[in-house]
């Protein structure tokens, strides 16, 4: 039998991934504005007003600005000195980066997924699918996006490289905000799980190429379903890489 190029971490007793939430260290106001913003309850462009946030929690305006101050450094909200806090709008030219990074990532992890996957592993997959058709049926959104980063985590976990799945999730941040964009288009989280059984399939075959095959597919897809994006809410979308790049705030 030929040898793989990867070595992965010896078998352990294995868990059911799930999605990794802000730091334990961080505040409630930066957990909640990071998971607006991410989930698109505060959109692109959005005003962010320290003091009614601040109202809103009993505090006092340090704790919202330093949440703020976090987000800016995570290229989530933009500062511009006398003119106002905003929503950061999505860089576009952040994003073939990250596609390119996940891309690599995510085929190695269901490369490897392929070689060591267990009739239970399957089983936990196929298991995730039914939560993702029972969460598009509901129309459940936001359910449906956990449960997507949850079998992503789970792919990573059953090829032995659940650290690959941390790092996709530091570099897509941009790229989630896209994603959430797509899940109300009619038929895309079924588009979405149609994809992820084509990988379960090839991993249950242990076929090596037709999982990287499967997942290049469901990658590829969600790249154009960006183009699109950009060309239906041009506005929640910048050409400068930060808000360095950009002379003056959004204008929505």
């Excluded at 029972?134 to 059953?158: P, Q, T, V, W, Y």
Aim: hydrophobic share 45%.
């Amino acid at each position: 039998m030929p040898s793989d190029t990867l070595t992965a971490a010896p078998p352990r007793q294995r868990r059911l991934a799930t999605v990794r939430p802000a730091p334990r260290s961080a505040s409630p106001i930066y957990r909640d504005l990071r998971n607006d913003i991410l989930g698109m309850r505060r959109r692109p462009g959005e005003p962010i007003a320290e003091a009614r946030i601040a109202a809103a929690y009993g505090v006092s305006r340090t704790p919202v600005h330093e949440a703020v101050l976090r987000l800016a450094d995570e290229g989530l909200i933009d500062v511009f000195p006398q003119s106002g806090t905003y929503v950061s709008l999505i860089p576009v030219a952040a994003l073939p980066e990250a596609g390119v990074i996940r891309k690599a990532l995510e085929e190695a992890t269901v490369r490897m997924a392929a070689i060591r996957a267990t009739p239970g592993d399957i089983a936990q997959l196929r298991a995730a699918l039914e939560e993702q058709r029972d969460l598009c049926a509901a129309c459940d959104r936001d359910g449906f996006h956990e449960a997507d980063e949850s079998f992503h985590a789970l792919l990573a976990d059953i090829a032995g490289f659940p650290g690959f799945w941390a790092l996709v999730e530091q570099v897509k941040v941009q790229v989630d905000r896209c994603r959430r964009l797509t899940l109300p288009v009619p038929g895309q989280m079924a588009k979405v799980i149609a994809e992820h059984d084509a990988i379960v399939e090839a991993i249950a075959a242990h076929d090596r190429e037709a999982s990287v095959e499967a997942l290049g597919a469901h990658l590829d897809g969600l790249r154009l379903a960006i183009d699109d994006l950009r060309a239906a809410a041009p506005l929640y979308f910048t050409d400068a890489p930060t808000a360095a790049g950009r002379q003056t705030p959004p204008r929505l």
